[in-house]
Each structure stands twice: as structure tokens, then as C-alpha cells.
């Protein structure tokens, strides 16, 4: 098992940043790939940005040369968010990958808000 808790959310104005952390518990040894997704209201829920154990990272379109994944051995995963605009408001939730495992292991999730 593993527990992902996100943080780092909140209200900012558009053109400004934050930085979303996750913390992974349990066997977070197991853990393979990392990622951010996001939903915003009436949205489905899209990937953001991946990481792999390798640290070879994928981004959305919407996000590249704005956001920068990272992450700290297999228990820490960051999202530098940086010129926000307010499309980026969603809930924004942590997810990782485990050999063996069909699903991926989701967090609760954080909101962000960007304000105009």
C-alpha cells in the first residue's frame, strides 16, 4: 500500500506561482513513475506532468515552459508552478505507479486558484 498526501495549494493571482508537494507513505519503495493530473469543474481529469524512476519527465502542452516536475527519490514529488493563469485552477492530485499493481495510487488532492 501507499499513501499519497498533496499540499502546497491555495489562491493566487494569475502570473504568479506555487509549488504543490507529495509525500508518498507505506511501500513507496515499489514506486515506479509519479505524476500530476488535474480536474477542473466539469472537466475530465488530465495528466500534467509525469516523472519516471529514471526522472525522464512528460508535460502537457498547456504547462510547458511554465511547470517543472520533480522529484526526490521515491517519497517526495514536487510541482513548480510558475505564470499561472486562471485555467490552471483544478484540484490537482498526486498519482504514482507501482510494478505489479493495475492502477495507480491517487492522492486526495489540493485545490488551486488563480485569480484574473
Known amino acids: 500500500q501507499v499513501q499519497l498526501v498533496e499540499s502546497g495549494g491555495g489562491l493566487v493571482q494569475a502570473g504568479g506561482s506555487l509549488r504543490l508537494s507529495c509525500a508518498a507513505s507505506?511501500?513507496?519503495?515499489?514506486?515506479?513513475?509519479m505524476g500530476w493530473y488535474r480536474q477542473a469543474p466539469g472537466k475530465q481529469r488530465d495528466l500534467v506532468a509525469g516523472?519516471?524512476?529514471?526522472?525522464?519527465t512528460t508535460y502537457a502542452d498547456s504547462v510547458k515552459g511554465r511547470f517543472t516536475i520533480s522529484r526526490d527519490n521515491a517519497k517526495y514529488l514536487y510541482l513548480q508552478m510558475n505564470s499561472l493563469k486562471p485555467e490552471d485552477t483544478a484540484v490537482y492530485y498526486c498519482?504514482?505507479?507501482?510494478?505489479?499493481?493495475?492502477?495507480?495510487?491517487w492522492g486526495q488532492g489540493t485545490q488551486v486558484t488563480v485569480s484574473s
Open positions: 516523472i519516471t524512476s529514471r526522472q525522464i
Open positions: 498519482t504514482a505507479t507501482v510494478m505489479g499493481r493495475a492502477t495507480p495510487y
Open positions: 507505506g511501500t513507496s519503495f515499489s514506486i515506479a513513475s
